[in-house]
Structures are given as structure tokens and as C-alpha cells.
């Protein structure tokens, strides 16, 4: 029986490992949100918008570069990192991410500008399939849900330190050092995650994967604070070997065409790429990137207050993306995106609507009101969307599709952004308050998705998810090899409607 001390060190020795674990995608999570609140900051400041002589056309193109870039680098960032490893992509987007701040921030033209954005995507494409593939793989089943949730819901701690360094460097307006200081520490966080690669271990799976066993082993155990020996760690790595050797022997081998191999797979996909338009379609972005211009439709043109209210928005998000985490186990994937989504809608019809009554009128009730369902539809966002964009990606897919699947959902988001970036400005501009009943009745197409189709993940580790997929019987003790049967494949059924 182990002892208080023994315990006390196993505890920290597991805290430790995940604390560094779940640092590498808290810090490249700030890197990915740090470079949409700095656009949406930016287009605000006159400095910026003076030296670059911005049209509606060129303010999008700025704006979209990144998602462009990651969508180039998207095919094969999955390939890359399940080759080398999920460390090494990570390395690579820190590099590629600070070269790409640098030109950013230095820019003499709009091209350079460009330029640097399009790098700066490149390292944010290759960061989200390493950061949340890795996050996935290398945690405890116990704290995978909550370290998953974190990855994206520290999206609002990036968010709130771009608004934060915009809003104090606007001070400095009419100066361009006012636009340039923001862009130029956008390097600081890709610095961090390089820092703390070196102490953490690569992915046990990976590692099992490429026969490098008794690395994972001593992975698993430091993972899960115990000894090699401890029955916990042993079951864990016994049931991956059974399913990576299944998935092996199934014809399952790393690549794109795996994907589409079997009805499980493509269900599998399916689910994983309806992220996307959950994350990226829902209306957040409207409010990232041009709440400049959805605040001046509801009478606040002010810029230093424009700038004022996202660093407060920010911070909102943080708070309910760390609730809505640590609820999703609780919650479960489904219930959690459902009432997430359900509340967006809701408050951007009332959005909608107040802008459309109030507007640029002048009352001080309707322009708080307008704030106020910012706020809400943002806090609504959070609480579920936020965590699940990176928490239900990685457990729906298996070992064989996950990193290229995670980069194929990486791709639709970021084309999702693109469509974002390009067409809403023309939207605010055309049909103003319009806009939010559009996205809010196509938000509804997206809740009826996730409702019909979507398959409950909480309390299973990703080895138990495979089975729900593949309608396999992992033997009671996880001593044995997985067979086919048909039990687990009535629990999928069961589970996809079930909230």
C-alpha cells in the first residue's frame, strides 16, 4: 500500500509532466487567438490604416493571410508530424511563427505585410494539428477532456493579451510603432512553447506506433504520476498495443486514403470536419475581427473605447471557456455543443434586432443592450464551442487518421475563415443588422447536425472511442486482443442519441 509520501510524489510528478504537457497547448493556443484579436484591434487603429492605405478589399486580404497560409501547409502537416513526431511539429511552428512575426511587425509595404502573414499561418497550421494531436495522446484518460478544453479555451488568453498590448500601444498613435509593437511580439508566445518542448516526452502512441515500446511505457507511467509496474499503467498501454496493432491489421495504415476506407472512417471524418463550421461560422469571428464595425453600428465609434470593450470581452470568454471545460465531462461533447449553440442563436437574433431598432440612434439603453448581447452571444460561444473545437476532434479520430484528420479539419476551418474574412465585411457594409439573422438561421442547420449525428466521447479513453466506431469487444480485463462483435456498435448507436 503506498504511503502519504510515495503518494504526494506521484501526485506531483503527474502534475508536473501535465502541467508542461498542457503548457505547450495553452501557449500555442495564445499564438493562434494573439493573431485574430490583433487583426480585429489593428483594423481599428488609424495608424495602421493610414500607412497601409486600406480599402475594404485590402482589410480583408490582411485579415484572412493567416488562413490562407495554413490552408497551403494544411496537406501536409499531418504527414510531417506522423512522421517525425508530434515534438517536431511543434518546433517547426515555433521557428516558422517567429520569422513570420518579424516580417509582420518590420513591413515597410502591404506585400511584406502580407507576406509575413501568410508565414504566420504556415506556423499556425503546422501548431494546431502538433498542439492538439500531442495534448490528445499525452495525457492522463482523467485529465484529457479538461486539458483539451483548455487548449482552445486559452484561445481567450491570447485574445486578451493582443487587445491589452493594442489598446496600450494605441497611445502611441499617430506613430506606426502603435500597429508595429503588437505585430512584433506576436513572436513572444512561439519563444515560450520552444522552452518548454525540450522537457516534455514525445507521444506514447506515436512512440508505440513506431516500435519504440519501452519509451512509451516510461511515458505513460510519468503521465499517470506512478511506477511502470502500476496495473493502471500497464492496462493503458496493453489496450493502446491491442488497438494499434488492430488498426494495423485492418489495413489501417497512415494516410489519406485510410480516411475513406470504411463507413466508420468516414463517419469518423465526418464528425471531426463538422468543427469547422461550428467553430469558425457561428458568428464569433464576426465579432473578432470587425467588432469595430458592429460597434459603430450600434453607435460606439469611439476607437480607444471600441478597444476598451475587447480587452473586457476577452477576459469574459476566458472565464466561461474554463467553466464550460471543466463541465464537459460532466456535460458530455453533445449536451455541451447543443446548448452552446442554441444559445448563440438566441442571442444573435437578439442582437439583430437591437441593432436594428437602436442602432446609430443614440439611446444609451439600446446601445447597452446591444453591448450587453455581445457579451452574452461571446459568453455563450465560450462555454462550449471554445473547449470543443479542440477537445472532440482528436477523440472521434483514431491513431491511424488523427493527425491528418486533425489537419483536414485545421484546412476547413481555416477556409471557413477565409469565407468569413472576405465575405462579412461586404455583409456589414450591404445589409448591416441583416447579417446576424442570416448566420443565426444557419446556425440552426448546424444544431439539427450535431443532434442528429454527433456520438457521445465523455468517459472513454481514446481506445474505448475506437471501439464504439469499429463495433469491436475489448475483453473485460483488456488482457486480450480486440475481435469484432456487435455490442459496442449498439452502445455507437445508442450513444449518438442519447444527449
Not at 501548431?127 to 495525457?139: C, K, L, M
Not at 477537445?391 to 477556409?415: D, F
Request: with cysteine.
Amino acid at each position: 500500500m503506498e504511503g502519504p509520501v510515495t503518494l504526494s510524489k506521484s501526485l506531483l510528478r503527474q502534475s508536473l509532466t501535465t502541467a508542461l504537457v498542457v503548457s505547450v497547448c495553452v501557449v500555442d493556443s495564445v499564438t493562434i487567438a494573439y493573431d485574430g484579436s490583433l487583426m480585429g484591434s489593428l483594423n481599428v487603429m488609424q495608424s495602421y490604416q493610414d500607412y497601409f492605405e486600406l480599402t475594404t478589399a485590402t482589410i480583408a486580404v490582411n485579415t484572412c493571410a493567416t488562413f490562407l497560409g495554413a490552408i497551403l501547409v494544411g496537406p501536409f502537416t499531418g504527414m510531417l508530424i506522423d512522421w517525425k513526431g508530434r515534438k517536431l511539429g511543434l518546433y517547426a511552428s515555433g521557428i516558422v511563427n517567429i520569422i513570420g512575426a518579424i516580417i509582420a511587425g518590420a513591413a515597410t509595404n502591404i506585400a511584406m505585410f502580407i507576406a509575413g502573414r501568410l508565414i504566420i499561418g504556415i506556423g499556425v497550421g503546422l501548431g494546431q494539428t502538433a498542439a492538439g494531436t500531442y495534448v490528445a495522446e499525452t495525457t492522463a484518460p482523467a485529465i484529457r477532456p479538461f486539458a483539451l478544453g483548455l487548449y482552445f479555451s486559452c484561445w481567450a488568453v491570447g485574445a486578451l493579451l493582443a487587445a491589452g498590448m493594442s489598446y496600450g500601444t494605441s497611445s502611441l498613435e499617430p506613430s506606426n510603432w502603435a500597429w508595429r509593437i503588437p505585430s512584433l511580439l506576436q513572436a513572444a508566445p512561439p519563444l515560450v512553447v520552444m522552452g518548454i518542448i525540450y522537457f516534455v516526452p514525445e507521444s506514447p502512441r506515436w512512440l508505440i506506433f513506431n516500435d519504440r515500446r519501452d519509451e512509451a511505457l516510461n511515458v505513460l507511467a510519468k503521465i499517470n504520476g506512478a511506477d511502470k509496474q502500476d496495473p493502471n499503467v500497464q492496462l493503458q498501454y496493453k489496450e493502446i498495443i491491442d488497438t494499434l496493432e488492430y488498426e494495423k491489421g485492418e489495413g489501417g495504415s497512415i494516410g489519406l486514403p485510410t480516411m475513406f476506407k470504411s463507413p466508420s472512417n468516414r463517419k469518423r471524418l465526418l464528425l471531426a470536419l463538422s468543427i469547422a463550421p461550428l467553430a469558425m461560422l457561428t458568428g464569433s469571428n464576426i465579432i473578432t475581427y470587425y467588432f469595430g464595425s458592429m460597434l459603430s453600428q450600434a453607435g460606439i465609434d469611439d476607437p480607444t473605447t471600441q478597444l476598451q470593450i475587447n480587452v473586457i470581452l476577452s477576459a469574459w470568454q476566458l472565464v466561461v471557456a474554463i467553466i464550460g471545460s471543466s463541465l464537459a465531462e460532466r456535460l458530455g461533447r453533445r449536451r455541451l455543443a447543443l446548448i452552446s449553440l442554441g444559445l448563440c442563436c438566441v442571442f444573435f437574433y437578439m442582437l439583430a434586432g437591437l441593432t436594428a431598432r437602436y442602432g446609430t440612434a443614440g439611446d444609451k439603453s439600446g446601445t447597452y443592450g446591444t453591448i450587453a448581447c455581445i457579451f452574452l452571444f461571446l459568453g455563450a460561444y465560450g462555454f462550449g464551442i471554445t473547449p470543443l473545437t479542440a477537445m472532440y476532434v482528436p477523440e472521434v479520430l483514431s491513431y491511424n487518421m488523427r493527425a491528418n484528420g486533425i489537419a483536414m479539419q485545421g484546412m476547413l476551418i481555416k477556409s471557413c475563415g477565409v469565407l468569413v474574412s472576405m465575405a462579412f465585411p461586404y455583409l456589414m457594409e450591404s445589409i448591416g443588422w441583416k447579417t446576424y439573422v442570416v448566420n443565426a438561421s444557419w446556425n440552426i442547420l448546424i444544431w439539427l447536425y450535431i443532434y442528429f449525428q454527433w456520438v457521445e466521447t465523455k468517459g472513454l479513453t481514446l481506445e474505448e472511442i475506437d471501439a464504439l466506431f469499429e463495433g469491436v469487444h475489448v475483453s473485460p480485463d483488456h488482457g486480450g486482443s480486440l475481435e469484432k462483435g456487435s455490442d459496442l456498435a449498439v452502445i455507437s448507436n445508442a450513444q449518438t442519441t442519447t444527449s
